[in-house]
Nanobody, 122 residues
Framework: QVQLMESGGGSVQAGGSLRLTCAAS????????MGWFRQGPGKEREGVAA???????TYADSVKGRFTISQDNAKSTLYLEMNSLKPEDTATYYC????????????????WGRGTQVSVSS
């Protein structure tokens, strides 16, 4: 199946920036939606940003204007540029993929990475 691995998490102060990377493999055939999700302490997993097969992008309202999702030309790597970070952005961030290209920020993705931790201090 599709394999995903996140990297780039870390600890920053409020207002700082981080860039998360998701390396994807086994995208041999078919169209996929890819997205970033996060889960903070005591919270449900939530969609952050998604990119479908034709480049359509969806952001959660909480990150609009601060986060940017992008993909390399080979579509083997997904990025999440996070700027103006806030303490409430503290969470484990997951990369996800699904052949149902229309999922956007739905948590129903079938392929997940193991996550990378982002901690933002005030």
């Amino acid at each position: 199946q599709v394999q995903l691995m996140e990297s780039g998490g870390g600890s920053v102060q409020a207002g700082g920036s981080l860039r998360l990377t998701c390396a994807a493999s086994r995208f041999t055939y078919g169209r996929y939606c890819m997205g970033w999700f996060r889960q903070g302490p005591g919270k449900e997993r939530e969609g952050v940003a998604a990119l479908d097969h034709d480049g359509s992008i969806t952001y959660a309202d909480s990150v609009k204007g601060r986060f940017t999702i992008s993909q390399d030309n080979a579509k083997s790597t997904l990025y999440l540029e996070m700027n103006s970070l806030k303490p409430e952005d503290t969470a484990t961030y997951y990369c996800a993929a699904d052949p149902r290209w229309w999922l956007q920020l739905s948590p129903a993705y079938v392929h997940w990475g193991r996550g990378t931790q982002v901690s933002v201090s005030s």
